[in-house]
């Protein structure tokens, strides 16, 4: 299957910085990406979809403002956590599909983000 | 909302036996069906897809779907202790201008030695 690189696996940072994740695609280009946010022992939950040169569909109650991404080329993504707090601690997913019309949907190696 | 069900577990199979997990959806308009592995502290892995009612073999993994009942199944035959991971469903629905999977919570599972 496609692969998809993300890092970092995982950072602490402090309650009110900002984090920046990157996701790529290694061997395909991506259009579109998407970023999940999964909590302990909950499902995958969409956050957003990243599009490849314009802005990023959200999904009903993710705050654009706080999770900016931008999609500057068809094979990076970046998910960027502003003014982090201890609630906004979790694992974070992106993922891509290959080839963008396949239903499968591949994803990177998460990052946990833990907010102090 | 389109949802979809599967029992969270645990799910506990002694070693060599079959273990079986299932999956409800709500959109019967659904044509995509997916099974993701995902070790704790881990992403998931996709191990299985089905798109036709019946039965898609691979290995030791079988899918099974039922368009009819809205369930769809995975079997994993032999299991072994490395299969102790949760199970994730996930439904795929074209309808719409977005691509979007729709995933359950997840079944864990644990294959004792």
């Known amino acids: 299957g496609a692969v998809v690189s993300q890092h970092p696996s995982w950072v602490i940072c402090k309650s009110g910085t900002s984090v920046k994740i990157e996701c790529r695609s290694l061997d395909f280009q991506a259009t579109t990406m998407f970023w999940y ?8 939950m969409l956050m957003a979809t990243s599009n490849e040169g314009s802005k990023a569909t959200y999904e009903q109650g993710v705050e654009k403002d706080k999770f900016l991404i931008n999609h500057a080329s068809l094979t990076l993504s970046t ?3 502003t003014s982090a707090h201890p609630e906004d601690s979790s694992f974070y997913i992106c993922s891509a599909r ?10 990177g190696s998460g990052t946990q983000l833990s907010v102090l | 909302q389109k949802e979809v069900e599967q029992n969270s577990g645990p799910l506990s199979v002694p070693e060599g036996a079959i273990a079986s997990l299932n999956c409800t959806y709500s959109d019967r308009g659904s044509q ?6 995902q070790y704790s502290g881990k992403s998931p892995e996709l191990i299985m897809f089905i798109y036709s009612n019946g039965d898609k073999e ?4 079988t899918a099974q779907l039922n368009k009819a009942s809205q369930y769809v199944s995975l079997l994993i035959r032999d299991s072994q202790p490395s299969d102790s991971a949760t199970y994730l469903c996930a439904v795929y629905n074209s309808g719409g201008s977005n691509y979007k999977l729709t ?3 997840g079944t864990l599972l644990t294959v004792n030695p």
């Open chain 2, 58 to 61: 691979d290995g030791r993994f």
């Open chain 2, 103 to 105: 995933f359950g919570k």
């Open chain 1, 79 to 81: 998910l960027t956590v």
């Open chain 1, 37 to 44: 946010r999964q909590f302990p022992k909950q499902s995958l």
């Open chain 1, 98 to 107: 290959d080839p963008p019309t396949n239903e499968k949907l591949f994803f």
């Open chain 2, 32 to 37: 995509s069906f997916f099974w993701y592995r």
